[in-house]
């Protein structure tokens, strides 16, 4: 596989999303093509609430409005929907007094960040220290929300050697929790200091009970997250989280990129946030300092560029699923020490070899 980090230049939406601009001279073909790329890569809503602020907005194909009006409206509805969960789990957990900090989406729209415009998450992250985590789950339960039927294996992994338990559904909404106690498996071989990142969390104003990373950890959080995780389904989607966290950091305070790159050395993620800017700043312009990068790509990060590149049949890169494949191989084994990850393989392999139950009409 060559992985060379040069990038093919067919892909509209890649093309858009270095340089908005670039949409003045698309023909009604490249806008279709990069409407296309947007929804595979969860970003047409957030495209749909960029375009009105371009000099192009009333160059929109007539037959393509009418979905990037849909994406608006929809992802307006998602908004208030997931506003109004927020204050359901605040009410639920009334009687929790640790912090329960708010994680990735549900953080940026309780803080009105840019990044929350047209975002769109299929579950609600929450944090809280590792000993509240059988109180949280127990008031949970009294609020609605209840895990699903696991296997004694996969619920023992979860609340082993996971950095979360098992997901909590409502029974009512079917909305979705993730609970976590650490922002990363405790198992990692990349050692990272969750624990300095949330006890300097501070109160989210006006919210009630919840509590948020500091400004540095939650754009270091999104970059641990995006890189140490094996999946990129929705990878250039989360790589322009980072873009969008870094730009509004950076205009808030002129000394962010500088605290930024200290914080990410006293938490163990100064590689990661290297690596996570240069992406950045490669597939998105981002205005980041020469100083801040990595001279040279590695074979790493060259595969990051291949899975988080446009994932539509007529756009995607050349060997993209084999680096999905080699990604997801390193996730495993940068989670797991080795003899845990023999077993949780062998533990798949088994099931996977056993017959499936048919249910009885």
């Known amino acids: 596989m060559n992985l060379s980090s040069s990038m093919p230049e067919s892909s509209p939406l890649i093309d858009f999303l270095r340089d908005r601009r670039v949409v003045d001279t698309f023909s009604a073909e490249e806008w279709s093509l990069m409407l296309a790329e947007a929804r595979h890569a969860g970003m047409l809503a957030r495209i749909a609430h960029w375009i009105p602020g371009l000099s192009m907005a009333g160059n929109v194909p007539p037959r393509h ?105 409502h029974t009512h909404r079917g909305t979705t929790i993730d609970l976590h106690h650490s922002l990363v498996m405790p198992t990692c ?9 949330i006890d300097d969390a501070v109160p989210i104003a006006g919210s009630g009970h919840f509590w948020r990373l500091r400004d540095e950890d939650v754009l270091l959080h999104a970059a641990a997250h995006l890189l140490l995780n094996g999946e990129f389904n929705r990878g250039l989607r989360d790589l322009c989280d980072i ?23 006293e938490v163990g993620l ?37 899975a988080v590149y446009s994932r539509h049949p007529d756009t995607r890169m050349r060997g993209q699923k084999l680096a999905d494949w080699l990604l997801m191989v390193r996730e495993m084994s940068l989670r797991l020490p080795p003899n845990l990850l023999l077993i949780h393989l062998l533990h798949k392999m088994w099931v996977g070899f056993q017959p499936v139950k048919r249910v009885q009409a």
């Not at 800017?277 to 490669?282: D, E, I, K, T, V």
């Not at 980041?288 to 074979?299: G, I, K, N």
């Open 65 to 169: 409005q009418g979905s990037l009006a849909a994406a608006l409206i929809q992802s307006a509805a998602f908004r208030r929907d997931v506003q109004r969960e927020l204050r359901s789990i605040s009410s639920a957990l009334v009687r929790v007094e640790a912090p329960v900090l708010l994680l990735k989406g549900a953080s940026y729209v309780a803080l009105g960040l840019p990044v929350a415009d047209g975002r769109v998450f299929s579950d609600i992250d929450l944090l809280v220290a590792g000993d509240q985590i059988p109180l949280v789950e127990s008031e949970l339960m009294l609020g609605g929300w209840i895990t699903g039927q696991l296997d004694p294996y996969d619920d023992r992994y979860y609340r082993q050697w996971s950095h979360e338990i098992p997901p909590m559904t």
């Open 270 to 306: 100064e590689t990661i946030l290297r690596q996570a800017l240069y992406l950045a700043r490669n597939f998105f312009s981002t205005p980041v300092d020469e100083r801040l990068l990595r001279r040279e790509p590695t074979t790493f990060v060259k595969l990051v560029e291949k």
């Open 189 to 197: 071989r990349i050692a990272v200091d969750s624990s300095r990142m």
């Open 243 to 265: 873009d969008l966290l870094f730009r509004h950091f950076s205009a808030v305070s002129a000394e962010f990129p500088k605290r930024l790159v200290a914080r990410s050395a």
